[in-house]
């Protein structure tokens, strides 16, 4: 699921939520709605690329369609 991809992306870079958000130019609470556990808030397709770029992983990773990053 995304929501889990994307708290291993961001703790594996060693960055707290705040951090991430920051990063990505959203409000804290944006960034929380995308990893929050029951996944209902997905980005724009425009955010999943830059989140893909920040973490330095793929879309295809992201949304669990490749095993590999």
């Given amino acids: 699921m995304f929501y ?3 708290k291993e992306a961001r ?3 060693g960055l707290t939520q705040q951090q991430a ?3 990505l130019n959203l409000s804290v609470r944006s960034y929380q709605r995308y990893e929050a ?3 209902q808030c997905d980005p724009p397709i ?3 690329v830059e989140i893909a770029d920040l ?3 793929s ?3 992201l949304l669990c369609r490749d ?3």
């Fill in 4 to 6: 889990k991809r994307l």
């Fill in 11 to 13: 703790q594996k870079a």
């Fill in 21 to 23: 958000a920051e990063a």
């Fill in 37 to 39: 556990a029951n996944g």
């Fill in 46 to 48: 425009a955010t999943l």
């Fill in 55 to 57: 973490f330095n992983v």
């Fill in 59 to 61: 879309i295809d990773w």
């Fill in 67 to 69: 095993k590999n990053k």
